[in-house]
């Protein structure tokens, strides 16, 4: 039996088989080819070819048709790759002379490109040698392709196990029942994976450091997404004991199922809203079963995943349409696509892909406003669903006044090309922004003529005030929503919305920790958005606390000087009442 300690990403106990998911990076062996087979050898290596060629073509065509010409010349450069002797000649001479199977030829002269490239000393030179490893990773995948697994094969229960799954991954799981929880190296409570994992309801361990080699398929293991431990080959004992707790679990589940319909409403009479916060329309299931009042937090994301073009206008319509009309006349804050970061990254847009470090980089409302057809895009559908309820629309990643108005100029031309065209919209959607970098909360003053309310995504409000990247496992000790830093800079936004009247939530994972719950409402916080699976466990805190008590509680905290001793002030202060 071994027990190692992780991040607990997401709440509940899986027991079962371990299925270790292959890394991403292909692996490249070699063979040796049979002499009476080099033809066919040759033969795979140009079919592999020609498969790439006509992604490419499918590639360009679609970002000629969002980006412009200007992009889509990183496609020719590719092409040319694609034809270039080095590639077309040098492999099958290879796969003939020595007898290397096409995978292993192409990995020898992509090698030899780059020894090549290091000696130059020259900025596109270097740029080239990213591309030509493109091309080539394009063709590999091409090669292998047909021995790749896929998680909706899977035949029996399984816990995954993982060096790392993107978000792109988990909506793979998602599309599968036979997952019963995961574990990974990499990844924080506030990676993107996790939070999936949250909506999903599904027992999640992150930032292992080294679980994928310790565990082999088919090992049973424990994934306690409570206390955040795995437990691989564990004994009878222990299992036994995992069952029980699953159980109670299971029986608390029940108890807060007793609160749907009930106000979020503190034991002093102090009302507090509670949202849901959605990661693709299929979550409407539970939050209706929740009988939540609306959602906080539409993230728009799913559109852009696992796919190489953009959402149309008419499919996200379709998409944001649904969810108004499950909401039933209830608030659906939609967020524009907060795509970049560890999301999204296969849609062939410049800037995306290879950044040195994404989560300060090409994001959300920045990467919109780059490309302004996409935000107006989406800006039109978000109009367009309105006609089905109470929609309204939300900015992520603002970090000045000029972003927000280039948004606002935007959607007001959204409104007038639909007007125009005479199509059936709402303009009336409230706008509001994220608070996820330090600098919008400093001068939230200057912004709030401008919007309706305001919702702090603290998720990346703690990454970027603590410069702590939020799915590094390294420095994920670091990643502290209880820093006196963030409490401050929460405590400022209240402060500052309050005085103009404007109403602030809190949509990132703070808003579902028991601990965070009182003092979140204490420092003022008017609403507080949460994953639907943990809707009604977040109600049942809020139910037991009592406002006044923590208003008190909540200004001392903001005069302490460690996490530490805010901790535990919490900790005293919760054992008091309970
Ligand atoms: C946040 O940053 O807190 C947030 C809700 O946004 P996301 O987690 O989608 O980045
Ligand atoms: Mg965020």
Redesign the pocket.
């Known amino acids: 039996m071994l027990i190692k300690k992780g991040v607990a990403a997401s709440l509940g106990i899986a027991i079962g088989k371990a299925y270790l998911m292959a890394e991403d990076n292909i692996l490249v062996e070699q063979k040796e080819v049979p002499r009476d087979k080099v033809k066919l050898e040759v033969k795979r290596f140009k079919d592999a070819l020609d498969k790439t060629k006509a992604d490419l073509d499918a590639l360009r065509t679609k970002i000629l048709h969002v980006l412009g010409r200007q992009h889509a010349k990183l496609i020719d450069s590719h092409h040319l790759i694609l034809q270039d002797p080095l590639i077309t000649r040098e492999v099958p001479k290879l796969i003939a002379s020595k007898f290397y199977n096409a995978e292993f030829a192409l990995s020898v002269v992509l090698d030899q490109a780059e020894q090549q490239f290091e000696k130059i000393d020259d900025e596109f030179f270097h740029e080239r040698k990213h591309d030509v490893f493109d091309v080539g990773k394009k063709i590999l995948s091409n090669l292998v392709s047909r021995e790749k697994v896929s998680l909706k094969d899977l035949k029996e229960h399984v816990v995954l196990v993982a060096h790392s799954l993107y978000p792109s991954d988990t909506l793979h799981i998602r599309e599968t029942s036979k997952v019963l929880g995961f574990c990974m190296d990499l990844g924080s409570k506030?990676s993107?994976t996790a939070?999936f994992a949250q909506s999903m309801g599904m027992p999640a361990v992150v930032g292992l450091s080294d679980i994928s080699r310790q565990v082999a398929s088919g090992d049973t293991i424990i994934v306690d997404g409570e206390k955040g431990l795995v437990i691989i080959s564990p004994t009878q004992d222990l299992i036994d004991s995992y069952r029980k707790r699953r159980e109670e679990l299971q029986k608390q589940e029940h108890f807060f199922h007793r609160l749907r319909g009930l106000p979020a409403t503190t034991r002093d009479g102090h009302k507090l809203g509670l949202m849901v916060?959605l990661d693709s329309p299929e979550d409407t299931a539970e939050m209706n079963a929740a009988k939540a009042e609306g959602v906080g937090?539409f993230?728009t994301?799913f559109l852009y995943m696992n796919r190489e073009s953009i959402p149309t206008e008419d499919e996200q319509t379709a998409a944001y349409a649904a969810v108004a009309k499950a909401a039933a006349g209830a608030p659906v804050t939609i967020?524009t696509a907060?795509i970049g970061?560890d999301?999204a990254t296969q849609l062939g847009i410049k800037g995306l892909k290879d950044e040195t470090n994404p989560f300060m980089g090409f994001r959300?409302i920045r990467l919109f406003l780059k490309y302004p057809d996409l935000l107006r895009t989406q800006l039109r559908a978000i109009y367009r669903a309105n006609t089905e309820g109470n929609v309204k629309i939300m900015i992520?990643?603002l970090s000045s006044l000029e972003e927000l108005q280039s948004v606002k100029r935007l959607a007001a031309e959204a409104v007038a090309e639909l007007q125009e065209e005479g199509r059936e919209f709402r303009k009336d959607a409230e706008i509001g922004v994220?608070i996820?970098i330090p600098a919008a909360a400093i001068i939230l003053d200057s912004l709030l003529s401008e919007i309706d309310f305001v919702?702090?995504?603290?998720?990346?409000?703690?990454?970027y005030t603590l410069a702590v990247d939020?799915i590094n496992q390294y420095v994920s000790e670091l990643y502290d929503p209880y820093h006196p830093a963030v409490l401050r800079l929460i405590n400022l936004v209240v402060q500052t919305a309050h005085k103009k009247g404007k109403p602030v939530s809190?949509?990132?994972?703070?808003a579902s920790d028991a601990w965070a719950i009182p003092v979140l409402a204490g420092l003022g916080v008017d609403m507080l958005?949460v994953p639907p699976k943990l809707y009604l466990r977040v109600k049942h805190s809020v139910r037991s606390m009592n406002f006044e008590r923590f208003s008190q509680v909540s200004q001392h905290l903001l005069s302490l000087a460690s996490s530490e001793e805010i901790r535990k002030v919490i900790e005293e202060e919760l054992k008091k009442h309970s």
Do not use: A, K, W, Y
């Open positions: 506030s993107h939070i916060n937090l993230r994301e967020r907060d970061g999301r959300g992520p990643m994220m996820e919702s702090i995504g603290t998720n990346d409000l703690v990454q939020r809190v949509c990132g994972e703070m958005s």
